[in-house]
């Protein structure tokens, strides 16, 4: 008896891990949780995974100076939280919270050493003033303070699975490049 009520259990459970298996085996916030590492990371292969199928190719690291950037900047972001806000059947919104400095308050001291730089030598070239620009913005993120700030964003359901519209992705970069662009302070 026990054999023959053991059977059918098993064949219910494996019914039931097929049937899960075929659903959806993300959720938005893994898709924005994912986005941001791949940023954080400047793995643009990576961030392409989470994008919507019309979304452009990312390059956005492509430079010695956008990476050196990147990678001081990125080094003082902290997620805090990603919170589900809404859910359908074909999108969602979920709001991301770092906390990091706010770039935006350093870009006028940035460009003005860039200016001393630029305006104190006869010759100058591209990479002693991006050099310049770099160090300065690596100086000037030691001592800045970090605020907390978050984004909702837009999740789309694409061929089963999660993903950035580009707006979102627009909105989340926006975000880690430290307050430039549609931020709300959290207070």
Avoid: H
Avoid at 84 to 106: D, M, Q, R, W
Avoid at 173 to 186: C, M, Q, R, T
Wanted: glycine fraction near 4%; hydrophobic fraction near 40%.
């Amino acid at each position: 008896m026990k054999k023959r009520l053991f059977i059918p259990v098993v064949l219910v459970i494996v019914l039931l891990l097929i049937c899960t298996a075929c659903g959806k085996t993300d959720s938005p916030e893994k898709t924005v949780k994912g986005y941001v590492n791949a940023v954080l990371a400047l793995d643009s292969d990576a961030m392409s995974e989470y994008m919507t199928s019309d979304s452009p190719d990312v390059d956005i690291f492509s430079t010695d100076v956008t990476r050196e950037l990147a990678e001081s900047l990125f080094s003082y972001i902290t997620v805090k939280d990603i919170v589900l806000g809404s859910e359908g059947e074909s999108e969602a919104t979920v709001t991301l919270i770092i906390e990091g400095p706010n770039i935006s308050k350093l870009q006028d001291q940035t460009i003005e050493k860039s200016m001393e730089v630029y305006f104190s030598e006869d010759s100058i070239t591209s990479d002693d003033l991006n050099e310049a620009l770099v160090e300065q913005m690596k100086t000037l993120l030691e001592d800045a303070d970090l605020d907390e700030y978050s984004v909702s964003v837009e999740v789309v359901e694409e061929d089963g699975k999660w993903l950035l519209p580009e707006e979102s992705q627009d909105e989340i970069l926006n975000l880690l490049a430290g307050g430039i662009g549609p931020l709300e302070i959290v207070e």
